[in-house]
């Protein structure tokens, strides 16, 4: 008894480990583990002194709480709050997927599939196909434009597309619809901003620039006169710079998506905008401009009328 009661003392379980170290790393503790169990992999990864005084501290406590997954840990810790640790909440085995700017529904069923978690076309099923509901009504054949641009903390484990395009729905709401009610839309309805916020996110690089060049695209659809943006053309191809199928559709009258030969909006959105370019469709900034262009450097160059535009394509040579 008197030896059991020296060995007691000699396990000081509010003790740091290690007090030098301070580096965090994860400790997983399987299913079906015990806390006695652990003593081996504690005292190897440096969080226990030895098996058997963590044996010891066992005796002196209540180690049912324990819990099965991952836990951040750091070698400074006492046994007590290494214990407390390991019966908290585990992390969480959610990981980063980011849907970037602009990304059409292709995009991201493409992304999806290179992270082999799922199969080609599913996240395409869901999202064209309109198959959950959303959080809102949504005036729209598919649900391209409405899928919000952002890193999303995911489950590799039980991932879904209709999960992703869920929580995807809900930030569109949270991130827009909330905070801008549709009386601040004026007379344009919801596909419509959504719409030119699309085109404004692939033509405007610069966010500051959207509502000069949003003033232009709703002036040129005011007066019927076509659009003649050549990303909406660009839409339905398969890989987005393929630049003789690019040139084949330009000269397609009968594609809803060219807006050089056709007035009006293409019927869907091309891509998936931030808040900045929706934004930038709600409010966009009047001028006397009808006309722009990107140099090389990707500087924006208005025009009032077809003269001076030309004149800014020759001299910056674009065509």
Not at 142 to 160: A, D, I, Q, R
Not at 227 to 248: C, V
Request: aromatic share 10%; with cysteine; charged share 25%.
């Amino acid at each position: 008894m008197l030896l059991f009661s020296l060995l007691l003392a000699c396990v000081d379980p509010d003790a740091p480990i290690d007090a030098s170290d301070t580096d965090v790393r994860v400790f997983e503790v399987p299913k079906g583990s015990s806390a006695g169990g652990l003593g081996p992999r504690l005292v190897e990864e440096g969080l226990a002194p030895s098996e058997w005084q963590w044996k010891l501290f066992l005796r002196q406590t209540e180690a049912n709480c324990l819990k099965a997954g991952k836990f951040e840990v750091r070698g400074d810790m006492s046994l007590n709050e290494l214990l407390e640790t390991l019966c908290g909440v585990p992390l969480s085995d959610d990981v980063p997927f980011t849907v970037l700017e602009g990304w059409r529904i292709r995009d991201i069923d493409a992304a999806l599939v290179d992270k082999g978690w799922i199969e080609p076309g599913a996240y395409t099923k869901v999202a064209e196909g309109k198959t959950i509901e959303a959080p809102f009504t949504v005036p729209s054949p598919t649900f391209e434009g409405y899928l919000y641009p952002e890193t999303y903390m995911v489950p590799v484990k039980g991932f879904t597309a209709e999960l992703l395009v869920g929580r995807q729905l809900n930030t569109f709401k949270v991130r827009f619809l909330d905070k801008h009610p549709k009386d601040e839309f004026g007379e344009r309805s919801l596909h419509e901003l959504v719409v030119v916020a699309s085109m404004l996110e692939r033509e405007e690089p610069k966010p500051h620039q959207r509502p000069l060049v949003a003033g232009i695209m709703w002036k040129r659809l005011d007066a019927t006169t076509p659009l003649g943006i050549d990303a909406t053309s660009r839409y339905t191809l398969p890989e987005w710079n393929n630049r003789k199928a690019f040139l084949k559709k330009l000269r397609d009258p009968t594609d809803p998506y060219n807006t050089r030969l056709s007035a009006g909006l293409p019927p869907t959105a091309i891509g998936n905008p931030t808040l900045s370019s929706l934004e930038a469709a709600m409010k966009p900034e009047a001028s006397e401009f009808w006309y722009y262009l990107h140099d090389a450097d990707k500087n924006l160059h208005p025009a009032r009328n077809g003269a001076e535009h030309e004149a800014n394509r020759k001299k910056y040579d674009v065509y």
